[in-house]
């Protein structure tokens, strides 16, 4: 009997603290439990809501520069070259050859320096029935500008030095020099389409050989031109 206690106590001792830990076990266990249930529950929904954003883009346009080999380019203007085509198509011509008549007959021959400046040479002949034979020449300086009413006319006014002689018909190795300043004034119209020009002139003249003043020079005129 004694023996019996004996076990019985033993058996307590361990048993005890297994039952302790049983419990504190199952309280654990419904801590759990209650923490669990105090969660709110999610419900999953059943369909998904998808928001669709459209974004439009701007299509680009590539412009492609072009390459420094692929450059085109542009013809240079020479400016003074157009300026002396401007200046030549201005002028009624460039030079002429011709014939003029009234006071005696005179062998021309005319020269464009600018569009409206030109110089001319004239080489006159008059001959004075049972006196004398005349010869002079003469330079001009002329300026000549268009007349825009009328196309293809020109004014022109001009001056410059002269020299002639004249020789008696009936007196050999005879005749006398002169020499003077000469001014011109007149029109020149210029044929369209063809080469020719005509001309109608006045040249008074001043002698500084003692002749004086004189008017009978000039007259009508015809060029060919070029």
């Known amino acids: 009997m004694k023996h019996l206690k004996i076990i019985l106590f033993l058996m307590g001792a361990f048993t005890m603290p297994n039952a302790e830990a049983q419990v504190k076990k199952a309280a654990k266990a419904k801590q759990e439990v209650r923490k669990t249930e105090t969660k709110p529950a999610v419900t999953p929904s059943s369909s998904t809501t998808t928001t669709t ?90 300026y000549e500008k268009p007349i825009t009413e009328v196309a293809g006319l020109y004014w022109l006014v001009g001056a410059g030095p002269y020299y002639g002689h004249f020789s008696y018909k009936w007196y050999a190795n005879s005749g006398s020099s002169y020499y003077g300043l000469a001014a011109m004034a007149g029109l020149e119209y210029k044929l369209n389409n063809t080469p020719l020009a005509i001309s109608v002139d006045w040249m008074p003249a001043f002698d500084f050989n003692g002749g004086g003043f004189g008017s009978e020079s000039g007259g009508l005129g015809i060029k060919y031109t070029f």
């Open 53 to 142: 954003v459209k974004v439009e883009t701007t299509p680009q346009t590539n412009i492609t520069k072009p390459k420094e080999s692929e450059k085109v380019s542009q013809p240079k203007i020479n400016t003074s070259h157009k300026e002396i085509v401007i200046a030549d198509d201005d002028r009624p011509y460039k030079a002429a050859f011709g014939i003029k008549f009234m006071w005696g007959i005179s062998a021309t021959g005319k020269y464009f320096l600018k569009k409206d400046q030109a110089v001319e040479a004239i080489v006159r002949y008059r001959s004075y029935s049972g006196l004398g034979n005349d010869i002079a020449i003469t330079a001009l300086y002329q």
